[in-house]
């Protein structure tokens, strides 16, 4: 069973540029939630998708924008770059209906982004 | 708004000491709990969870205790092994179950 998985695991970019990240998610599951993790720094939640849809959404400007297909697969799109935006950025995928407490998010390995 | 402060490392130990790793939380309502470890060049696994208060989660020998009247989930580990180093973050959910709240890390190294 595939876990989540992430392209393309390293990018370099420079500012100004645009980026687009995509992620596939564990089988079964249907929703996508992305992840910001700068260097020494805990993730920070940038939004999450279901059923095509952003859902829920972290304190991100509206440079970082996002897509999910029926498949759910998801990209993390982000304009504008800036030299903060380099970072590791984290897909987990979920299933909205799972009937707990809380959806288990189970993480991919990431796509390092650097922008120069 | 939801929150989770965590013990600053790095954290260094010599094989089979015992480790602490503190962690408290500030959240709305009855978030559930976590523990999460990334290894070097990975993502993030799962290692332990709690979904209510004085709830015991376990897992490869580490510990957490849900913990209302402190606001905390302290992770524990009575003999640590080198294969444990790695980076620890604590986390929450939200209300929804959906947003998870993570703290800043802790990078552990187990010498032998």
């Known amino acids: 069973d595939a876990g989540v998985t992430q392209s393309p695991t390293h990018l370099i970019k420079t500012r100004g540029q645009q980026v687009t990240l995509r992620c596939s998610p564990k089988?079964?599951?249907?929703?996508v939630s992305w992840y910001q993790q700068a260097l020494g720094q805990g993730p920070q939640f940038i939004f999450q998708?279901?059923?095509?849809?952003?859902?829920q959404r972290g304190n991100f400007p509206d440079r970082f924008s996002g897509h999910q297909f029926p498949n759910y697969s998801s990209e993390l799109n982000v304009n504008a770059l800036l030299l903060g935006d380099s970072a590791l950025y984290l897909c987990?995928?979920?299933?909205?209906?799972?009937?707990?407490?809380?959806?288990?998010?189970?993480f991919g390995p990431g796509t390092r982004l650097t922008v120069l | 708004g939801d929150s989770v402060t965590q013990m600053e490392g790095p954290v260094t130990l010599s094989e089979e000491a015992f480790l602490t790793i503190n962690c408290t939380y500030t959240?709305?309502?009855?978030?559930?709990l976590f523990w999460y470890v990334q290894y070097p060049g990975e993502g993030l696994q799962l290692l332990l969870k709690?979904?209510?208060?004085?709830d015991k989660g376990s897992n490869k020998g580490f510990e957490a205790t849900y913990r209302k009247e402190t606001t905390s989930f302290h992770l524990e580990k009575g003999s640590v092994q080198v294969s444990d180093s790695a980076v620890y973050f604590c986390?929450?959910?939200?209300?929804?179950?959906?947003?998870?709240?993570f703290g800043t890390g802790t990078s552990l190294t187990v010498i032998p």
């Open positions: 089988s079964g599951h249907d929703t």
């Open positions: 959240a709305t309502g009855y978030p559930s």
């Open positions: 986390a929450l959910s939200d209300r929804t179950g959906n947003q998870f709240y």
């Open positions: 998708y279901y059923e095509e849809e952003e859902r």
């Open positions: 709690a979904t209510k208060a004085d």
């Open positions: 987990a995928s979920s299933l909205a209906a799972s009937g707990g407490p809380y959806n288990e998010q189970f």
